[in-house]
């Protein structure tokens, strides 16, 4: 049964740059949620995909967006980075929406901006 | 608004002692969830547990147990005869209806031999 996979595990960009960071959702999950981690703190929620569509969204900037595909895995986009980007990206998913179901987390991605 | 509030940045014991992990959270909803994610050094969120807002009833996993009081607000986290495979970083957690989960800036645990 495998759990959430994200890719790449590692990424070095300049600033300016673009970047894409991908997950797929443990089997069974159908909603998918993305957090920031910035080194010493708690993940900070970006934005929830579920049916394809943005049901939730954190207090990041339009910079920061999403899709998630007919097969439920998602990417997250990050536009013009800036060097406080910087941090771990969590991948995390649960099965439905709403009902505060426990989500299933990703090793992360972690975006290195130079 | 919703906040959860992990006092404990830092925390370090001697393998064997008990050890508890403090959460207060704010909402205003009646309808929550709280929860608890272990961090270990490799970096994934593992899932421990989750509480509705309906049931305070207190519950215990070998040798972790949980305390929630809605009259303080309060969701802590008891290890008992702690373990070296213990120490990681500790994220108490709240949500409402929308999933959109709020973490606590986490406690970090040490557990020495």
């Known amino acids: 049964d495998a759990g959430v996979t994200q890719s790449p595990t590692h990424l070095i960009k300049t600033r300016g740059q673009q970047v894409t960071l991908r997950c797929s959702p443990k089997?069974?999950?159908?909603?998918v949620s993305w957090y920031q981690q910035a080194l010493g703190q708690g993940p900070q929620f970006i934005f929830q995909?579920?049916?394809?569509?943005e049901r939730q969204r954190g207090n990041f900037p339009d910079r920061f967006s999403g899709h998630q595909f007919p097969n439920y895995s998602s990417e997250l986009n990050v536009n013009a980075l800036l060097l406080g980007d910087s941090a771990l990206y969590l991948c995390?998913?649960?099965?439905?929406w709403g009902g505060g179901q426990p989500q299933h987390f990703g090793d992360g991605t972690r975006l290195s901006i130079l | 608004a919703q906040k959860v509030t992990q006092a404990q940045t830092e925390i370090s014991v001697v393998e064997k002692e008990d050890v508890t992990l403090d959460c207060v959270y704010e909402?205003?909803?009646?309808?929550?969830?709280l929860f608890w994610y272990k961090q270990p050094p490799s970096g994934e969120l593992v899932f421990l547990i989750r509480?509705?807002?309906?049931?305070?009833q207190n519950e215990i996993s070998g040798r972790y147990s949980w305390n929630f009081q809605k009259s303080t607000s309060s969701f802590n986290f008891t290890i008992t005869a702690s373990q070296v495979v213990d120490s990681a970083v500790y994220f108490c957690?709240?949500?409402?209806?929308?999933?959109?989960?709020?973490f606590g800036k986490g406690t970090r645990l040490h557990i020495l031999p």
């Open positions: 509480r509705n807002s309906f049931d305070e």
């Open positions: 995390a998913s649960s099965s439905g």
């Open positions: 089997s069974g999950h159908d909603t």
């Open positions: 957690a709240l949500t409402l209806r929308d999933d959109k989960i709020i």
């Open positions: 995909y579920y049916e394809e569509e």
């Open positions: 909402t205003r909803d009646t309808t929550y969830y």
